[in-house]
């Protein structure tokens, strides 16, 4: 895929980033980080934007741990039903 520039702002600051991701998609991770600094700054009352950034990050990451862990638990359930769903149908046929 071809690497484009993209023009963003975060936090106050502007970058110019290549991504091989459309724009639009690459507008919705940077409003989705923004908006999260600013939940940050607002809650912390901090200034120091390294310190609002490595906080915003550490939030991020909790919430997609959490969202993976969902995602297995959903898939095991999921797995466990098919399973079950097999084994009578096998009982059923057999």
Same mark, same amino acid.
């Given at each position: 895929? #071809?690497?484009?520039? =993209?023009?963003?702002?975060?936090?106050?600051?502007?970058? +110019?980033? &290549? @991504?091989?991701?459309?724009?639009?998609?690459?507008?919705? #991770?940077?409003?989705? =980080?923004?908006g999260?600094?600013?939940?940050?700054?607002? +809650?912390? &009352? @901090?200034?120091?934007?390294?310190?609002?950034?490595?906080?915003?990050?550490?939030?991020?990451?909790?919430?997609y741990?959490?969202?993976?862990?969902?995602?297995?638990?959903?898939?095991?359930?999921?797995?466990?039903?098919?399973?079950?769903?097999?084994?009578?149908?096998?009982?059923?046929?057999?």
């Amino acid at each position: 895929m #071809v690497k484009r520039n =993209v023009e963003v702002e975060i936090f106050g600051q502007r970058y +110019s980033l &290549k @991504s091989e991701f459309p724009e639009e998609q690459v507008k919705k #991770v940077v409003a989705y =980080v923004d908006g999260k600094m600013r939940e940050v700054a607002e +809650s912390t &009352k @901090s200034v120091d934007s390294l310190h609002i950034a490595i906080l915003t990050a550490l939030n991020i990451a909790q919430e997609y741990l959490q969202e993976k862990g969902n995602k297995e638990e959903l898939l095991q359930r999921i797995k466990d039903k098919t399973d079950r769903l097999e084994e009578f149908i096998s009982l059923k046929m057999g």
